[in-house]
Structures are given as C-alpha cells and as structure tokens.
C-alpha cells in the first residue's frame, strides 16, 4: 500500500484518492524550487535586494544575500546551480560585467565581462545548453560621446561559464533593446522590443548551431518592456508598452506560424515586469503599471492550481528579474534572511535615505 502526505495536499485532492493510497500524518517536504527576485528598480533607484517565495507559508523572504551592486534591467541565470549575473544598471552607468555566486563562500566573483555594456535586457537573455545568451540592449556609448542619439544594439553574444568567456554571435537584423527572449524548438526567439526610436513589433529566430537569424511573422502590435516564457510547451507573450498604453493581453504563437490572443487578460496593463512558469502557472511580477507596482498576478494556470495566490513583493519593484531556483530553498536558508518585521526601523531609514539621495 503506497502512502501520501495528508498535508501536503488539498481537500479537493483528497476525495479523488483511491482506497489503495494511506495518509500520512507527517508534515509535507518543503517545496525545494523556489522563485527568487533579484534587483531591479525602487524608489526611482536601482537595487541590490534578493527575495524569494516561499511557498510553504505563502509569503516573501528578503534574502540576506545582495547583489554585487545595485542593479535594474539586468540579467540573470542559473547553470548547474550556481548563479550568475551580468549586465544592467546601477542607475549611473551601463554595465558590461559578469558575477558569479560562490556556492562554498556565498560570495561574488567576477567573470569575463560581455564584449559590451548592455542595458534593458531583464527579458532578452536565455539559458540554451548550458550557456547564457544575450541579445540587444543598449551600451551607453553615446553618452559618453555627449550625442542625443539613443540607437539601441543589433548585437548578440553567449557566455560559456565552462571556459568563462563570452563569445560573439551573428547580429540581428534590428537594433533593439527591451525586447523579450525565448528558447523554442531548440531556437532562440527575440521578440519586439525598441530601436531607440521607435517600439517594433518584429521577431527574429536565432539559429545557434548555424549563428543566424530568419524574420517570421510580426506581432500583432509592437510590444516593449513584455515578458515572454514558456508556458505547458507554449510560447507566450504578456503585457508590455505599445507606445500608447500598457497591454493586458496574453499573445500565443501557434504552430501553424501565427500569433494568437489568449481568452485570458492581466487584470491592468502591464509593462517592464517580469516573469516566470511555476508550478504549473505562470507568475508575472511588479513591473509598470500607472506606477510601479508590486503586484504578484497567477495566469493560466489549470483546475486547482490556478486558485492559487501569491502576495505581493515586499517593495514595488520594475525591472528586476525573476527565475526558478531549482533546489535552491536550502541555499537560500543557509545564506539566511532578513527579518523584515524585526528589522522595520532601519528598512524605513534605508528607504528615507533613497528617497532623499
């Protein structure tokens, strides 16, 4: 006779148990793969708080691990279970280093840096057999250069943290930043996104193992600052800016090579969020919405698993990046927490002094 945990089950699940199955009356194994939020952008500036969610108690934990700096439209990934993270923001200038999270120290370590800086990539860089890749962005160039030129880049590069080098890739065939990026059918999909004058709505396939790109059909619209995942082996597009309002839509690309809309909408517009595909729904975090929002929305879910809510971040939050940290729950208790509650008055005094930098 095989046996369940009585607990770490729904009483809706329960009743459908045949006979054959006995209860257990332990407490349920804590869910190991967790969702950890990494960054982004607060009280007009960029920042260095991680958070994760956990789900056993259904609330947020501000990690007592940071980032190496304050980062916003940053990327990303994690590759044999150790973190990495690259590019952004720290409000000041545009970033081209890479990080690495010890996993013996809990410490960062610097890797090769990307070819160039790259700015608004949260959602334009994908893990593809092992390797991050990273398209568009903007690298800060013309600033520096004094020129109101605000061209974005056409160029691509992926990183082997085997070697620990960043290797170039063919170039797109439009200059985009804010752009979403995906890996489907063992290719990598980059999605509308911004030229530096204008939001496009073209996508663009990356062939790894040949190093070029072919167009298929547009969006729809064109679309900055969306979230794009996959989805119960759908490709899916949410939200982002058209350049006249912020899109509730959820698009999904058919097999028959055409953008479809989902019957299903974000409760409000939504632009610069990010998100991600957990437990059998899709999770779309803070991000922009007539302001910078905190919100957690669940979507597309099925049955029972889409009455499922998640509360809030802990501070309003756009561009940070979310991703799945696969059995990652006990790192993050090792590195351990910050009590936000106990920790109330100097959380204050370190946000009045943001607020006021």
Excluded at 43 to 65: C, G, M, P, Q, Y
Excluded at 119 to 146: C, D, H, L, M, P
């Amino acid at each position: 006779m095989s046996s369940i945990r009585q607990k770490g089950i729904s009483e809706q699940s329960r009743k459908k148990l045949s006979e054959n199955f006995e209860l257990s009356q332990k407490q349920p194994r804590n869910i190991r793969d967790v969702m950890i939020v990494l960054g982004g952008w607060l009280h007009k500036k960029a920042t260095n708080s991680i958070e994760w969610f956990d789900v056993e108690k259904n609330k947020w934990i501000r990690s007592s691990l940071q980032l190496p700096l304050k980062l916003a439209y940053h990327g990303a990934a994690i590759i044999d279970e150790i973190l990495y993270v690259y590019g952004g923001s720290d409000g000041t200038r545009f970033r081209c280093e890479t990080w690495k999270l010890n996993p013996e120290t809990w410490t960062w370590e610097q890797c090769d840096p990307m070819f160039e800086a790259r700015n608004f990539i949260t959602n334009s860089s994908v893990v593809f057999e092992k390797k991050i890749y990273v398209f568009g962005g903007q690298n800060g160039r013309e600033y520096a250069a004094n020129m109101r030129d605000h061209t974005r880049s056409r160029t691509g590069e992926f990183y082997d943290p085997k070697i620990d080098k960043w290797t170039k890739t063919a170039q797109m065939n439009d200059m985009r930043s804010d752009c979403g990026a995906v890996v489907y059918d063992n290719q990598i999909y980059i999605i509308g996104g911004f030229d530096g004058h204008s939001i496009i709505p073209t996508v663009e396939v990356y062939n790894p193992y040949g190093d070029f790109f072919i167009i298929i059909d547009s969006l729809p619209t064109p679309l900055s600052g969306h979230s794009v995942l996959i989805h119960n082996s759908q490709l899916v597009v949410i939200g982002g800016f058209d350049g006249r309002t912020r899109q509730d839509k959820i698009l999904t690309w058919s097999k028959r090579g055409e953008w479809i809309e989902h019957e299903n909408k974000m409760k409000a517009g939504r632009s610069t969020s990010s998100a991600c595909s957990y437990r059998g729904v899709v999770v779309t975090i803070g991000g922009y919405s007539k302001y910078v929002d905190d919100e957690c929305e669940v979507l597309l879910g099925n049955g029972e698993e889409y009455t499922m809510e998640i509360p809030s971040l802990l501070k309003n939050k756009s561009a940070c990046k979310v991703i799945i940290g696969e059995n990652w729950r006990s790192k993050l208790e090792e590195i351990g927490t910050v009590d936000i509650e106990e920790n109330h008055d100097s959380v204050v005094e370190e946000e009045l002094q943001m607020e006021t930098e």
